[in-house]
């Protein structure tokens, strides 16, 4: 510090010396550390005392020390001095390795050589991650990124999916699928998804044709993005639905358009799947099984009801009372919904004398407030019907009794003349009807005996209803 203060009065000493002197006397003090940090303030841009000064400290094994601070990019030494510190670190340190190969540009060293030194150390320790992630960071340097991917699929590295979308490995992967999906299989699906381009569906599937618990993943979440797009594989999924995701069977069952009924039917017979089945047996026109189904299998009244109003089958209603009369809760549940869809006496009618039905009186009260309902309903329609006939009539009324316009444009719809006269003083005679088309009286057809009324002979042909005349003008 003295000299650097006094550098134009120092004759004697160099202000270079005196620091390589410094240095020195801090190694012989053995404070390796700071010796290494004052390196950069003493030694500058000197590349020659740089590498000098790093052989001296590995001759002391003391490279670990230096390495902070080693220059990296102005002066660049040669690449043997980076590549020494690496193996240093190597032989006794892989995180401190690993943090230099993160830290140092990958052009400082031969990235070959490090690579070579890390593979013959995995031989020893084959399954040390920090050894495997290290490699994988150095062909990614190298742009090996095959070898890259897979180290990081083998360690389901988080970085895995960005270096596929960064590089556009897509075509490293197509036989890594299942790895990436066995790692992430939403974002392997979602990847795959975005990138049909680059990796078609067909492969994909066939792919995981030996993994079917992934092969439904990503079928479903295809299915979801598009219904017509894997339509191939419809049949297919109804057994991944059945095998793995039974809830999703039914929803895809009711989306799917291209799958077959019925093999569908067949493998939910097999399954006992009910629910499925009943739709199946519904979509098919098998209303009457379905219906069946449901009251044996499921005894689930409320859903047979629900099943017959969506069908709204008269033979249905009659089935379901017919199974329901001799089982009062059923009855019950019949007589509280079926006011609205069916008469209740035809249910009512038919309840055996003396038989127990339980809440009875209130489905019967609920029966006779529904029919109050529908007949306040109806009274209610009949006045806004006849309020909104009445409206339209007086505006019809009052638009038929507006003038209308009649001048040289005009003319006759049967002889295609103008419908006035080129000589306004000769006489003429014309009918104007409602629908506004205009005749000559004399191009009009002569009326019947039985009906001396007159109809636009226009709009009577093309069944639009008879307009009747509204005007007829004779000068």
Not at 126 to 144: P, W
Not at 210 to 233: A, C, I, N, S, W
Not at 341 to 349: K, R, Y
Request: with cysteine; charged share 30%.
């Amino acid at each position: 510090m003295a000299a650097e203060i006094s550098q134009k009065n120092i004759k004697r000493h160099k202000i270079l010396d005196i620091g390589l002197a410094y240095i020195n006397h801090l190694v012989e003090k053995g404070e390796y550390d700071i010796a290494a940090r004052k390196c950069q303030k003493i030694l500058g841009k000197n590349a020659a005392l740089w590498e000098y000064e790093v052989y001296k400290f590995k001759e002391i094994g003391q490279l670990k020390a230096i390495s902070p601070y080693l220059p990296r990019g102005d002066p660049v030494l040669k690449p043997l001095i980076y590549e020494m510190i690496l193996h240093e670190f190597l032989e006794s340190d892989y995180e401190g390795f690993a943090t230099l190969v993160r830290e140092w540009p990958g052009d400082l060293y031969n990235n070959s050589v490090i690579v070579q030194a890390v593979r013959e150390h995995l031989k020893k320790d084959s399954q040390n991650r920090t050894l495997l992630q290290t490699l994988a960071e150095l062909y990614t340097y190298d742009k090996n990124y095959g070898n890259a991917l897979e180290i990081y699929l083998t360690l389901r590295h988080k970085d895995v999916f960005q270096l596929i979308h960064k590089h556009n490995l897509f075509s490293s992967i197509k036989d890594k699928i299942v790895l990436l999906m066995d790692f992430d299989s939403e974002k392997a699906v979602d990847m795959l998804l975005d990138n049909e381009d680059k990796i078609s569906i067909k492969k994909v599937v066939e792919e995981l044709e030996d993994r079917p618990e992934l092969q439904h993943v990503y079928l479903h979440k295809l299915f979801k993005r598009d219904h017509h797009k894997g339509q191939r594989y419809h049949e297919k999924q109804i057994s991944l639905y059945a095998e793995y995701d039974r809830p999703n069977l039914l929803p895809f069952l009711r989306d799917s358009t291209h799958c077959p009924l019925e093999k569908a039917l067949e493998i939910c017979h097999q399954r006992n799947f009910v629910e499925e089945t009943v739709y199946l047996l519904s979509r098919m026109g098998n209303s009457r099984s379905a219906l069946k189904m449901i009251m044996e299998e499921l005894h689930d009244v409320d859903k047979a009801i629900e099943f017959a109003k969506e069908q709204d089958d008269a033979e249905l209603w009659e089935d379901l009372i017919l199974y329901s009369i001799d089982k009062p809760p059923f009855i019950t549940g019949l007589l509280n919904n079926i006011g609205t869809h069916v008469d209740p006496i035809l249910l009512i009618h038919r309840i055996k004398e003396g038989m127990e039905i339980p809440n009875l009186r209130d489905s019967l009260v609920k029966i006779l407030q529904d029919y109050n309902l529908q007949i306040l309903l109806r009274e209610g329609c009949k006045k806004i019907l006849v309020a909104d006939s009445l409206s339209l009539l007086k505006k019809m009324h009052r638009t038929q009794m507006k003038g209308i316009l009649v001048d040289e444009e005009n003319v006759c719809e049967s002889c295609l003349a103008p419908i006035l006269p080129s000589d306004a003083a000769k006489p003429f005679s014309m009918v104007v009807f409602h629908c506004r088309h205009m005749f000559h009286k004399e191009c009009l057809p002569v009326p019947s005996m039985t009906s001396q009324a007159q109809f636009c002979n226009i709009c009577s042909a093309k069944h639009r209803g008879p307009g009747s005349a509204i005007l007829e003008m004779k000068k």
